[in-house]
């Protein structure tokens, strides 16, 4: 039965990290995982997340089932800052925890099936665990591009995916700091988006995984909190590994906004199920810690902090880019200054992407995609030399 399984193929970015590790030379930089880092290189536990882990140690009296729905507290302290403080949506709202946004991101697929959704318009690239997701589910994934040449996002493209929807169609959308291109929509877009799903009724999935890491905790929701205001239904992934750092943690969360606070009861009910099925409930530890965090004025304090260090030093990345591309015109970086998050993609070629490896000991995935926090202070002129070498005419 077994011998019948082919091989799948290895992860691309798993066999590149192994690459780096065996790379010996002293000066390597690694722009391939998908993790924020310090001016040091490193990916340290938040200094509010230690805090809060050492009192979840200190106090926690049990480790007993919790159920399907995970730590109720934790989904709860999270609404204002994803929903805003008093929003009037949040009586429309129910939430729950996941094993990490990517079980959010499958409870919403898997929950828009049971409800009858057959296809989902993703803009493409996207974060590849989405159509895997999809395909995994059985649902048919349509395409529509992301963003467009001149590295703006292509509002077109969405408004049209949005608009030729059939009834049992759904769009999912990246809330902010878009993975891989870091091209976000505009407020204007966002607008034109939530006019869209209104007119058309079309069930929009947001997957929120940076929030607090574009421009700012409000800043990077104002979208989808449009949108929110101007449907009757949505269902809202949402990922705490990258600003709070929980990554191996597994830490998500997954909201259903129904059309009738009453509707939300059978909603959730059928969410549970999923969960029951897949997971049945989701790792405890790090949603703790993010509700003690949350929950204590000075942790939360602490935590901002550490988020405003981690954003800002990503923009002075970016911007020390876009100002290299202005010096010596021809890099690809001019878009950078002005697109959010971890990530970029560089117009590279594989032979390009190749040389910066081979040469120049940097590793990018194959995409071209780059995470801007791998490069700091001490790397990154090298980073601008080595890609002024490969793309010299
Ligand atoms: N959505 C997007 C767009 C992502 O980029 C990621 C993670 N890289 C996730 C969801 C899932 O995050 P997590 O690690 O919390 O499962």
Redesign the pocket.
Known sequence: MLDKLEAQPADALLALIKMYAADERADKIDLGV?VYRTNDGATPVFRAIKQAEQRLIDEQDSKSYLGPEGDTGFVEVLQPYIFGESSPLLPRIEGMQT???????RLAVALAAKAGVTRIHLGTP??P??AQILGDVGVETVTFSHATSGGEADIDAVLGAIRSAGPSDAVLL?GC????TGIDYTADQWNAIAAAFAETGVLPIL????QGLGLGMDEDVAGVRNVLEAVPEALI?Y????NFG??RD???AFYMMAKEPGQLGAIASNANALARANWSMPPDHGGAAVRIALSDEGMTKVWQDELDDMRSRMRRVRDRLAAADNEAPGLGLSALASQNG??AMLPLSKEQIVSLREDHAIYMAGSGRINVAGLHAGNTEKFIAALADVTKG
Not at 99 to 105: D, K, Q, R, S
Not at 177 to 180: E, G, L, M, R, V
Not at 239 to 242: E, L, R
């Open positions: 998908g094993p990490g946004g990517t079980g959010a991101v996207s974060w665990n989405h990246h700091c878009h993975n891989p997957d929120i995984a940076y992934a990922s705490c590994d990258k929980l990554y597994r830490v998500g971890l990530f």
